[in-house]
């Protein structure tokens, strides 16, 4: 009865067929599935260049690639996952999809303009990708002048016209969710009633909102350098090119935190599903995120300890670095005080929601190191501060992404993925992780500079390690992504609330109708109380 | 859910009610607040150029006061005229649309366009004075009179940030002036009423933002020489 009634029910994905309904569509859960097909092909990209990396580093000497090609293809690793995995990752594939549902409204406000911002990150990925194809980019991902407006000759212009364009569909994104959060709330649904995901994406938004603008600027001004020899960054005309690194940082700290934040609110849902208790500290743990927003602003020049900032500007900067550690560290204290005395149940989302938190302490923990401006100095453009970004952007953000794809999947797409083999690579990609970039943070701490396609010998064993790790890794990306698409045809079939979770989004059924909800919910309480799940349990179809 | 699609038809007509609304006044409220946090982002966005002339600027204040004595001061006051002229006009369709004078939005729509028109046009004349003069940034001829050899570099800086800022401007004005175009045509279907007009009120809130720029940009870059009292 079960499997009939889910079969013959209409629901958004048998509700029209054809490229034409999908290429098309304003239903915000359909543009969400659009955007993980994109970025998963970035996130594949961007590994193929990594594992280039990685093949290149287990020998001392520079033997696969030239050091060129090598420039090029940590750049490309670079800005194919920041600007076209990471940044889009959480928000606009799960928040896309789930904002909406979690405060009980039938679409986005704008869904055009939702419909649009996928279309120019599409956009923007092409011209991307074109660099990338006819012989990439070589400036890193970081564009820094002098170098890329008048000295590379690789194509800096199409891949910072793809990121330019990119950043609009990041901007749109969070122009949105905030419109829809201030406005499209069901009946009930207050502030303080609103699921932690839902927070951590309007902190999100106000990062997209407020920096992404300076990073376009930024690069309307290196385009205009390099194309037309306007000289606002020419050292050769008095201009600053260190103001290039100011502007640039102001939005790509920032980014940092558009990559992590979406991933703790993910982090908060799981932890509390599965320990079946209400989040500790829930006012704590949402101002936090707009604490982290906000601050998040402020730390930018402790990416300029040694490019000649003042020392007054550096003690500043580091002191507002350490602040930001406040928010990050309430959270996690949080997230482990809800799981006291909580059920626990090691299902696969939780398995990454801790792997997010160890790794992401343990990514905050070197990133106090880095604010330190003496020790900065040290470990500055070395492996020590690679491990460091990584531990934060692919340990936190990444787990955090795979924990909540695993926890909504079953929703997405009315499908259980299989718990065994899930539980598995959730494993095998912590391993593998670890062993990855654990060597990394020795590599540094002994000197071995970033960016290089040679080493001294002494290196290697540490390099083979990481190398070693991250073929591990790629086994773990790939096991998901196999029974990803395997459960969409073989896997069980899901019911509406599989997790006994308390958000609006287990209200309806799976996958949900082509406006939410049969019916405007309305909202008597607060976001994690179990309560309300108790006797309704198991509503299966 | 019958319902729901049963008010939505009877509304769509009159207030086109989208579908993942309530109401009109939802509806009308997300598009004001959408315009207000877009017309947040672009105040970082021109933030940007602003921060990088601020620091030039101080780093070169006679130069810079020199190099802004060469803008044509007149033709940029006549241009903030033109500008404030055509925020007035902008205002007048709103008010139109509040009063559902339908005709009235279309005359005050195509004198603002007239207006964004001839800022346009002057700032043309205004550019190729700059091409003529060789104050262009960037080429091998660029000379300014009254400064050493040294500090050319340091003009070209501030032609740099006029150019981008000007250009930015204009480029907004460009799209402003597509905007306008386009709620001409559909004002001519009829579809604005004293119901129904946030469109216009939307794009008027984007007109007057452009124009609030150029009253920044017109002292920051023509006028910064007055002060020095020659």
Redesign the interface.
């Known amino acids: 009865m079960i499997t009939e009634a889910a079969v013959e029910r209409e629901h958004y994905l048998n509700a029209s067929y054809g490229l034409k309904s999908w290429l098309l569509t304003k239903d915000h859960k359909r543009i969400g599935l659009l955007y993980l097909a994109t970025i998963t092909l970035f996130f594949f990209i961007g590994g193929a260049f990594a594992t280039l990396i990685r093949v290149e580093l287990l020998t001392p000497q520079g033997d696969l690639v030239s050091s060129q090609t090598y420039n090029k293809l940590f750049t490309m690793h670079g800005v194919a996952m920041i600007f076209f995995f990471l940044i889009p990752s959480i928000p606009a594939v799960l928040g896309n999809f789930f904002l909406p549902i979690m405060i009980g409204?039938?679409?986005?406000?704008?869904?055009k303009?939702n419909l649009l911002s996928w279309y120019l990150l599409v956009i923007g990925g092409a011209f991307s990708l074109f660099a990338m194809i006819a012989g990439g980019v070589d400036t890193g991902w970081t564009f820094y002048t002098p170098y890329s407006t008048s000295y590379s000759n690789s194509w800096v212009i199409s891949t910072a016209l793809g990121i330019f364009v990119a950043g609009f569909s990041s901007?749109l994104t969070g122009?949105?969710f905030?419109?829809t959060v201030?406005?499209?709330r069901a009946p009930g649904m207050t502030w303080f009633r609103m699921p932690l995901f839902v927070w951590a994406n309007y902190a999100t938004s106000l990062i997209q909102?407020?920096?992404?603008?300076?990073l376009?600027?930024?690069i309307?001004?290196l385009f205009?350098?390099r194309v037309?020899?306007?000289?606002?960054f020419d050292p050769?005309?008095?201009?600053?090119p260190v103001?290039f690194q100011?502007?640039f940082w102001?939005y790509s700290h920032p980014a940092v935190y558009i990559m992590i934040l979406p991933s703790m609110g993910v982090v908060s849902e799981i932890i509390s599903t599965f320990s079946r208790k209400s989040v500790f500290g829930y006012g704590f743990v949402a101002f936090s995120s707009v604490a982290i927003a906000v601050l998040g602003f402020l730390v930018w020049g402790h990416h300029l300890f040694v490019s000649g900032q003042s020392l007054y500007a550096g003690m500043v900067f580091s002191f507002l670095s350490y602040f930001v550690a406040i928010p990050s560290a309430i959270k996690v204290f949080n997230w482990t005080a809800t799981l006291y005395k909580g059920s626990i149940v090691f299902q696969t989302p939780m398995l990454y929601a801790f792997g997010f938190i160890g790794l992401f302490t343990v990514g905050g923990l070197t990133g106090l190191f880095l604010a330190a401006l003496g020790m900065d100095i040290h470990v500055t453009d070395t492996y020590f501060v690679i491990a460091h970004f990584h531990y934060i952007m692919v340990g936190g953000a990444l787990m955090g992404y795979l924990g909540g794809m695993h926890f909504w999947w079953p929703k997405m797409t009315g499908r259980m993925y299989p718990e065994g083999w899930a539980k598995l690579s959730a494993l095998v990609i912590f391993l593998g992780f670890n062993l990855t970039f654990f060597p990394q943070f020795i590599l540094g701490y002994l000197g071995m500079p970033r960016r290089y396609h040679a080493y001294p010998e002494e290196f290697q064993v540490l390099n083979v390690l990481s190398t070693a790790g991250a073929s591990v890794l790629a086994v773990g990306y790939l096991i998901p992504m196999i029974y990803f698409i395997w459960s969409l045809r073989y896997g069980k079939i899901a019911p509406a609330n599989p997790w006994g979770a308390t958000g609006l989004e287990w209200r309806t059924s799976s996958p949900p109708p082509v406006?939410n909800f049969?019916?405007?919910p309305i909202v008597s309480h607060d976001a994690y109380d179990y309560s309300t799940v108790m006797g309704e349990e198991i509503e299966v179809g | 859910?019958a319902d729901h699609s049963l008010t939505n038809h009877a509304q769509t007509e009159s207030l086109a009610l989208?579908?993942?609304?309530?109401t009109a006044a939802?509806q009308k409220?997300?598009s004001q607040?959408?315009m207000w946090?877009?017309l947040?982002?672009?105040i970082?966005?021109?933030?940007?150029?602003f921060?990088?002339y601020t620091?030039?600027r101080n780093?070169?204040p006679e130069v810079f006061a020199i190099a802004s004595s060469s803008l044509n001061a007149v033709l940029g006051a006549i241009n903030t005229g033109v500008l404030l002229l055509s925020s007035f006009t902008m205002v007048m369709a709103v008010r139109a649309g509040q009063l559902g004078q339908q005709k009235m939005i279309i005359i005050f729509l195509i004198l603002t366009l007239l207006f964004g028109g001839v800022f346009l046009g002057v700032k043309a004349i205004e550019w190729k004075e700059k091409f003529d003069e060789h104050h262009i940034?960037?080429?091998a001829a660029f000379h300014l009179e009254g400064l050493k050899d040294y500090d050319q570099?340091?003009a070209?800086?501030f032609?740099?940030?006029y150019?981008?800022m000007t250009?930015?401007h204009a480029l907004h004005m460009v799209i402003g002036v597509g905007i306008i175009l386009t709620l001409i045509m559909q004002a001519k279907k009829g579809i604005y009423s004293a119901d129904y007009y946030t469109p216009v009120d939307v794009a008027g809130l984007y007109w007057h933002f452009v124009d609030v720029i150029w009253i920044f940009l017109f002292p920051l870059l023509y006028l910064i020489d007055r002060h020095l009292g020659k």
Do not use: C, K
């Open positions: 409204a039938r679409d986005l406000a704008f869904p303009l901007i122009l949105n905030i419109v201030h406005r499209m909102v407020l920096g992404t603008p300076v376009a600027v930024t309307v001004l205009v350098e037309f020899h306007l000289g606002i050769a005309r008095g201009g600053d103001l100011h502007l102001f406006h049969e019916e405007t | 859910m989208r579908v993942q609304f309530d939802q409220d997300a607040l959408g946090i877009f947040i982002t672009e970082m966005f021109f933030g940007g150029m921060a990088a620091v030039y780093w070169y940034p960037g080429q570099g340091h070209q800086l032609f740099s940030l150019f981008a250009g930015l």
